[in-house]
């Protein structure tokens, strides 16, 4: 006889909940005058509260509430002497003068002892530095604050919208605040039908996504210090594998338009497709727009042979399943932590085993890319968006550089050796079946919707506001990818009561030439939507887990005026304000989980995995609800602690496949599904 089936309770509902805390009076003076001190960045303070503590207070009467009293001086110093970079000057984190400044800033404010010192020191440099470069500064020590845990911050898209508004919008927000009149201004995407290109354009220039990779960059700098103390775990094979995934997730995107799949950038080879931002920087300098066909070119400092060079020898290191190190030591990368390694030496960060040897491969092409237009700087044309990770997926060259970093991981997973049975089966646990179920009213099992819908980008801070007059409601409206929620249901029997950890990864069934692909070449494609811990009773279990939970995503932010609404009215008593001391702003969006498909339906496999939670897990101390609490992992990892999950992220599919059929174990299970885009939003 068969035992009873066992419902499983999803864990992630409940304990997601049970995380977030009603905010107390402390922590909402906190979020609001972080609200204040991040509104009209590119106008002088007007809030009365910090405007005191920009006039009085004195960091050099000060010293001993910073961990740093030297950064202090030497900020101070750059102040006093006139060489910060100007306010109405481009911010480059790629530059490494205007980089190392904007470190020394992040060393005072992330060193400051106490949060009062942070937020004095932060109101005294505001209208003293760069916005940007004071705005990344600050952002990134706030986020690894103890005392700022669970601080809001605005969506990055409502504290410079010019990073990620068209100009033609920049000009109507500019004359609907002249005429004082509350506008809704629509937003199209850039380029034209003539570009085959445009077809994907909603994805690059989405600004949740955008967004996601700007935070990404904040929760993991390249130039993050050891010394800063903060645990940054597995960075490198997080870069990798945020990375990758997108690379993947663009791909499923161009399937779903009929474009095929990126290809990789070459050093000596032309730069097919151009790009016209047709967006504006904040000082009115334009964002360059780079023709097609272009090639890379030597700029002053840095020629397209140091890039083929210093390629070569990461390609020897892969080659020979060694790295050097800057003492001539050699490190195995043939390896699970290899990625790690690797991921540090071509990004570069200041982890790098040796910057000098292995150069920075990653940000250098950013630069390449970027100054591709003007490489002498002889018409002193600004930096192009592949500059600022704010701005740099909107360029398609953006997937094409990251497709050729990607196949250098590749090369390097290639040559580790294919997982054996014991590794990928979790003995006595089988899959007996796989179904999504969406939650609209006419929903078929196995199909999942996706549609576009509108977004409104909140445009007061865009423009200048003088003295403390009532603003006006301005806003941009986008279109965007979204998607019915669904839920997967899945039957798992085991034979006795044992953890686990169930995986989901989605692919196109088919190429774009409409051919079957082997496994081995199709696992390099796909895309996680979710890992969670669940617990498993002896006989078949159901398990039901919303797509609103994954962990590849965050949920859509607060805008900017809603957070300073919300906080005024929590203060007032009117309501209450609750956070969670877990909140990540990097994440992918929720609404990107699933790619578009076609309006006829397009198919896709859906690859189930359950493994075991008490051999991956990298502390046998941690409980599958402390798992839960933690948000966006899957691309974002943790801040300041260990990733619980030990597997190598994309694990299983991250190394070859010799033989399908031995590889899907009875652990495993595959279905086809359909993704079926539709003109509107069906009924709940
Ligand atoms: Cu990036």
Known sequence: ???????????????????????????????????????????????????????????????????????VKNFLKLVTEGKLLERDAIFSLFDARQRAQMVTLFEVLYGATDYDTFLKAAAWARDRTNPRQFLYAFSVALLHREDCRGVILPPAYEITPHMFLTTDVVRKAYQAKMMRTPTVIPMKFTGSVNNPEQRVAYFGEDIGMNSHHSHWHMDFPFWWKQEYTVDKDRKGELFFYMHHQMVARFDAERLSNDLPAVEPLEWDQQITEGFAPAATYENGQEFPMRPDNMKFCDLP?????DMKIVEGRIRDAIASSFVKTADSRLLSINNTAGINLLGEIIESSANSVNPVYYGQLHNDGHVMLSKVTDPLQRYGVPPGVMEHFETATRDPAFFRLHKHVDNLFKLHKDLLLPY??????????????????????????????????????DLNNIVENVGQEQPVDIKAVVSRLNHEPFKYVITVNSKKPVRGIVRIFLAPKLNWFGQRVPLDVARWGFIELDRFPVRLASGDNIVSRNSVDSIITVPE??????????????????????????????????????????????????????????????????????????????????????????????????????????????NMEVVDITIKNVKQKPAE
């Not at 992630?12 to 005058?33: N, P, T, V, Y």
């Not at 910090?50 to 950064?71: M, Q």
């Not at 999504?436 to 977004?455: H, M, R, W």
């Open 1 to 71: 006889m068969r035992p009873a089936t066992v419902l499983l309770i999803v864990l992630g509902a409940c304990a997601l909940a049970s995380a977030e805390q009603k905010a107390d009076a402390i922590f909402l003076k906190r979020q609001l005058q972080v609200l204040n001190l991040l509104r009209h960045l590119n106008q002088p303070l007007i809030d009365p509260e910090l405007l005191v503590f920009k006039n009085s207070f004195s960091p050099l009467n000060n010293l001993n509430k910073f961990k740093d009293p030297t950064a």
């Open 301 to 305: 400092s840095l020629s397209v042979r």
């Open 420 to 457: 054996d049975v014991s590794e990928l089966d979790f003995p006595g646990v089988k899959i007996e079946a796989v179904k999504v179920v969406g939650s609209c009213k006419a929903s078929t099992p196995n199909q999942l919707i996706t549609y576009f819908d509108e977004s409104h980008i």
């Open 557 to 666: 932010p607060r805008s900017f005026s809603n957070l300073v609404s919300d906080v005024e009215k929590a203060i007032r008593g009117e309501q209450v304000f609750s956070y969670d001391k877990y909140y990540r702003h990097c994440g992918f969006p929720r609404r990107l989980l699933l790619p578009k498909g076609k309006p006829e339906g397009m198919v896709y496999q859906l690859y189930v995995v359950v493994t075991d939670y008490d051999k991956d897990i990298v502390e046998p101390g941690i409980q599958p609800e402390d798992v839960e609490n933690l948000s966006s992992l899957g691309y974002c990892g943790v801040m300041g602690g260990k990733i619980p999950d030990g597997r190598p992220m994309g694990f299983p599919f991250d190394r070859r496949i010799v033989s399908p059929e031995q590889f899907l174990t009875p």
